[in-house]
């Protein structure tokens, strides 16, 4: 079994509206600078008739994926960069028939009171599933549990991922305000880790306190010297260690951690 990676930004994507740093300017100037929202695919290979679940799915999922190669999707919460991408399965877009969508009570009622997703269910083209915390799903070759994790001030609740293969435990939690011990222990299980790196420093952005996220720095700091070989995701455009050639990245890299790419795949 695969992971792939999809996307390693955060919700609003590179380029981010309004903002002209550099980072965004040039994702204008250049689509190949442009960064896709962080979400995976789990897959046996890249055949069509191979198990494909997509964990998150976002405003770039048409970037992203093939519908017609899923066999699932896994909603972490009910943010822009984790559940705006299943309004392309509707009528609009690929208009999926019946599509497994795994999500816990809060978000599966979330959904069901809110259009335009409400209407997706309406047509039938996705189907909801329960996937709550310690619940797992068999891939045909793989296991994946949902693991609460901390995000606040939401109306979902926001579930990790321990994806078991054959060979190595995988856990992905791309986005979450605060560590938690049980999230912790969740990184100390794993084989790997991807983990969110939102932001570098408590001093990136103005806001930073209306949307707190375990900056890169401090998870370096409580994990460092882990068995369990650890990655950042969701990487906000304003985070140096997006940057390939900055000193910040050069700093994961000698620590021992690392920054997901798309493209890049585990296997488990
Ligand atoms: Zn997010
Ligand atoms: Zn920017």
Known sequence: MKVE?????QDAGVPHLECSC???????????????????????????????????????VRYQIRGDYLDGVFISHGQ??????????????????????????????????????????????????????????????????????????????????MIKGPEKKLFYMSDIHAWTDDTLKSVKEADIAIVDGT???EEEIDRYEEVPHPVMKETMHKTEDWDTEIYFTHLNHTNPALRSDSDERQEVEERGFGVVEQGQEFEI
């Open 199 to 201: 932001f570098w420093n």
């Open 5 to 9: 990676i999809l996307g390693n930004v």
């Open 22 to 60: 550099d980072v965004c300017e040039a994702a204008r100037e250049d689509p190949r600078n442009q960064k896709h929202v962080a979400s995976v695919m789990l897959k046996e290979n890249s055949d069509k008739d191979s198990v494909r679940y997509l964990i998150d799915a976002t405003p770039d």
């Open 80 to 161: 822009l960069g984790h559940i705006t991408g299943l309004l392309d399965f509707g009528e609009e877009g690929c208009d999926k028939n019946s599509l497994p969508v795994y999500v816990t009570d809060k978000t599966r009622d979330f959904i069901e009171r809110n259009d335009p997703y409400r209407l997706l269910i309406d047509k039938n083209n996705i189907e909801l599933n329960d996937f709550n915390d310690g619940e797992s799903l068999d891939l045909q070759g793989a296991e994946i549990e949902a693991r609460e994790a901390e995000h606040s001030r939401l109306n979902t609740d926001t579930t990790s991922f």
